[in-house]
């Protein structure tokens, strides 16, 4: 068995990825919203490197810019194998075979380090037939990237807490995989926060493991913080949507409730298999029977998988996804349990029953995967014929499409990758959810895509979207394509004749001085830039902003309304500290106005200068008090350790929050 360790593992690999490229190969349906959205991801990062038509290597800066709210490991990843291997959809798709051939190993090695090839390879297996890895093979998701690297994390981390295991290259290499995890995606935490607070409890009972445990905190921390300060904003605001506000959209029930601890048991046969499932439990039950608490790398796995299950049950959203890095370790548990009860059976039908239980686990696992390929539409979606009316004769121009229809497999993210392959500079954004998106679109967008009959996912506002622009006599319907559900897409292009769009960098530096008013400024300046966004795909307009305020600082270096601009870009931009000087510069010419210093401890604040903000919130508050600077100046002091302003803290919040509310109900008081 030792012998055929690796052929075996790579000739379960190899199995895997040639049953999942003729899966990807029957199956020519478009990827849906959050499938484009990753390939977006990984087309972004591609050209960022330099790898892909279309993109040049801008900088840290720039490259860290494409990922706000996900970490970029996986993207940088799969932007890398993506240049290699192609950017349509199928062969993207290799990267997930690349990852899945990650993942194997990592369980195979944990199992034969546990006890024995046998069991790695048998744990390896189940990896193979789980329906719910098997589906996330050929999904383009992070789920399969997040298993690999949380594995690996979780075992290196179980071999250097091993007694003989406390090593410098152990520790260095367990800090490496960490940091890979939670590079791939946030929710790496839910099952390596209780690992690594046991790594912490036991680091520093012997002094030789507390200098490597410092030092591999270090390590982890430098390889995390650069993406984590650069988007720690958007991070942070992301987390919360797919958290907090996806649950209570949802419905999803919460651990206060037995529905809550019940929700992820229910789904696990689905996900894990029915007959890895069943054997497991059975062989659990025969080693019961023998009484023994688990030990070393037994009582490893068993710690991993509780606090882990612990911790997603507590998250009070509810995804089948939430449990894909605990899959892995559960096919070890699983594998271990089987063995025990092979161990009790005949050889003669125990071994039999495994394989005919192995192939029937399969056999539900390739049907359940090629239902959706027969249930498939008649004809595919238009896709690329939209996307090629869209281009026009130069599919490199920089354009935006405004998309209202919202369906799974034609949506703005869709738009967006397939007119984006092969250095296309076409972008799918979607307005059309509220009706105050009617008057931008109509003054501004170029080009619409709407839909006749089912709108999707977005709400009642689009058809009275769809049918201003139909009625205004603005656009004229360029082209239209039947749809497989019923109906039909529109494609309307703004007339040659009709009112041309005011470009929005003339109204950006009015919109800018209105920050001047402070928090009264900010609502139109947010709203309309939102609006913008949507309509500028590119955001070309920054550009001509940043240019039209350098050349008016020239003529005169104290232009309020051009600093003003540049600050406010910059915000715009995610540059926290080229905004703080730009704000600093309107400090010292309006020394009278709190809203200055207020925006820089903001920014600075964001940038991790804790310090620096509280003390330039202190300082202006010293010269010309304001309850939201004295709020300012008490959370960047205790969020940079100055915990005795704590009591401050709790009673200049909410006055500063008090004050804030007031002025947005009598914008008149900032003047």
């Known amino acids: 068995m030792k012998r055929l360790f690796w052929p075996l593992l790579a000739l379960l690999w190899l199995l895997s990825t040639v049953l999942d490229r003729r899966w990807l190969a029957l199956d020519q349906r478009l990827p849906s919203w959050d499938q484009a959205d990753y390939l977006n991801s990984a087309l972004d990062h591609g050209r960022a490197l330099g790898l892909l038509p279309g993109g040049s290597w801008q900088g840290w800066s720039a490259l860290l810019d494409h990922s706000p709210k996900i970490p970029p490991l996986a993207s940088l990843v799969n932007g890398t194998v993506m240049a290699v291997s192609g950017d349509s959809p199928d062969q993207a798709a290799w990267t997930l075979s690349l990852w899945f051939g990650l993942l194997l190993v990592g369980v195979a090695l944990w199992g034969r380090q546990w006890q024995g090839p046998g069991l790695g390879l048998l744990a390896a297996l189940f990896c193979v037939v789980a329906p719910g890895l098997a589906e996330w093979r050929v999904d383009y998701v992070l789920e399969i990237p997040l298993c690999a690297g949380c594995i690996w994390a979780q075992w290196l981390l179980g071999r250097w807490l091993r007694p003989n295991g406390a090593t410098w290259i152990a520790a260095l290499l367990a800090a490496l995989a960490i940091a890979s995890a939670l590079l791939i995606k946030q929710s790496a935490l839910l099952v390596l926060l209780g690992p690594a607070l046991w790594a912490v409890v036991v680091g520093l009972q012997e002094r030789k493991r507390r200098w490597q445990l410092l030092a591999s905190f270090g390590f982890v921390l430098a390889l995390v913080a650069p993406w984590l300060g650069h988007n720690l904003i958007t991070a942070i605001g992301g987390t ?119 192939l029937v686990s399969a056999w539900g696992t390739v049907q359940t995967r090629f239902q959706g390929i027969l249930w498939a539409p008649v004809f595919p979606q238009p896709i690329e014929q939209i996307v090629d009316a869209a281009q026009g004769a130069d599919p490199s121009t920089a354009r935006t499409l405004i998309v209202v229809p919202s369906r799974p497999q034609l949506n703005q993210h869709s738009i967006s990758f397939l007119g984006r392959r092969g250095g296309g500079g076409l972008v799918g954004r979607q307005l059309g959810s509220s009706s105050a998106d009617i008057q931008p679109a109509l003054k501004q967008a170029k080009q619409v895509l709407l839909a006749t009959g089912d709108q999707g996912s977005v709400r009642r506002s689009a058809e009275q979207f769809s049918q201003a622009i139909r009625s205004s006599g603005s656009f004229a319907l360029q082209q239209q394509w039947p749809r497989p559900e019923g109906g039909t897409y529109e494609l309307w292009a703004r007339r040659p004749e009709a009112s041309q769009p005011v470009p929005f960098e003339q109204r950006f530096p009015q919109l800018a001085a209105g920050l001047a008013l402070g928090p009264a400024g900010l609502d139109p300046v947010f709203a309309a830039v939102g609006v913008e966004h949507q309509l500028d795909g590119h955001r070309l307009y920054q550009q001509r902003v940043e240019q039209q305020a350098t050349a008016a600082l020239a003529a005169d270096p104290n232009d309020r309304q051009a600093l003003w601009s540049l600050a406010l870009l910059k915000v715009l931009q995610n540059r926290p500290l080229e905004a703080d000087h730009w704000f600093e510069r309107l400090q010292k010419l309006e020394p009278k106005s709190p809203w200055p210093a207020a925006y820089r401890a903001v920014v600075l604040t964001a940038a991790g200068r804790l310090w620096q903000a509280r003390a330039v919130a202190d300082q202006a508050q010293g010269l010309n008090p304001s309850p939201v600077l004295e709020g300012l100046g008490d959370l960047s002091g205790v969020l940079g350790g100055q915990l005795w302003r704590l009591p401050a803290a709790s009673r200049s919040l909410p006055a500063a929050t008090q004050a804030v509310e007031q002025q947005l109900k009598t914008p008149e008081s900032a003047r």
Not at 262 to 275: A, E, F, N, T, V
Not at 294 to 320: C, E, H, I, M, Q
């Open 240 to 358: 919360n949507r797919a958290t907090l506000e996806s649950a209570a959209r949802e419905g999803d029930p919460n651990a206060t409730s037995l529905a809550g601890w019940l929700w992820y048991p229910k789904r696990l046969s689905g996900l894990i298999g029915q007959i890895p499932l069943i054997g497991g439990l059975a062989g659990a039950v025969v080693a019961a029977r023998r009484p023994s608490w688990p030990r070393g790398d037994g009582a490893w796995l068993w710690f991993v998988v509780l606090s882990g299950w612990l911790l997603t049950t507590l998250s009070p959203n509810k995804d089948p996804r939430y449990l894909a890095p605990l899959l892995p370790l559960l096919a070890l548990l699983l594998a271990r349990t089987w063995l025990v009860l092979l161990a009790v059976m005949p050889k003669s039908w125990g071994q039999p029953l495994l394989g005919v239980g192995l």
